[in-house]
């Protein structure tokens, strides 16, 4: 079990340095169209599935309340916390409409969608970034493997960051990495460097 657990860490480390020398310029991207919003008076909406609802909750916290400095909260909503939302539009309608249906009542134009998939290919995620181009939504969308449903349906505004993996639980760590790299940019284009 030892070595297994070795490898895991050598796996992770192996998917963070590919993914540094690909994912970068998208994620300098992503930070420009959301702070862009920011900016603007807009907020950011963010929705994912297992372990990409704690990735959504755990980078809307981290606006709501404080990265790594003290600053103003800043404006963002998980979709994946309100329980009774959730369970009542996946009892009534479907959930595959858990999250569209609150981006419908949620979105403004020039608010931003982080959509987190893994696979790219969640009903519910797809649906999600299809309800925000509606509301005339800009989408940054964290992917992996081979970007799925959700590669296929963003615009030249959107941006996608897919790690280069096609395993689940490598891509949700870069994920993470990924989400803190961002809560840096918007931090230091915001209130500047330290
Ligand atoms: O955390 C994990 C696996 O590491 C799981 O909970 C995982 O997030 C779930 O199976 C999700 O439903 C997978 O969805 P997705 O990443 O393909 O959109
Ligand atoms: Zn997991």
Do not use: W
């Not at 079990?1 to 994620?27: N, Q, V």
């Not at 409409?97 to 009903?123: M, W, Y």
């Amino acid at each position: 079990m030892l070595e297994r657990i070795i490898g895991h860490f050598g796996a992770s480390i192996e998917t963070k340095m590919l993914s540094a020398e690909e994912l970068p310029a998208y994620i300098e991207q992503a930070g420009q169209v959301m702070v862009q919003s920011l900016l603007s008076g807009g907020k950011i909406l963010s929705c994912g599935n297992g372990g990409s609802a704690g990735d959504s909750q755990h980078f809307s916290s981290e606006l709501l309340n404080r990265f790594e400095r003290e600053r103003p909260s800043l404006p963002a909503i998980a979709l994946t916390t309100d329980s009774s939302t959730v369970t009542s539009i996946a009892n009534d309608y479907s959930y595959n409409e858990v999250f569209s249906k609150q981006i419908r009542a949620l979105g403004n134009p020039g608010d931003v969608l982080l959509a987190i998939s893994t696979s790219g290919n969640s009903a519910n995620v797809i649906q999600a970034i299809q309800a925000a181009h509606e509301r005339e939504m800009t989408v940054v969308a964290l992917t992996g493997k081979n970007g799925g449903g959700m590669a296929s349906l963003l615009t030249a505004d959107d941006v996608e960051i897919r790690v280069p993996s096609d395993i689940t639980a490598r891509i949700q760590e870069v994920h993470l990495l990924v989400i803190h790299c961002l809560c840096d940019f918007i931090d230091c284009a915001l209130f500047g460097e330290e």
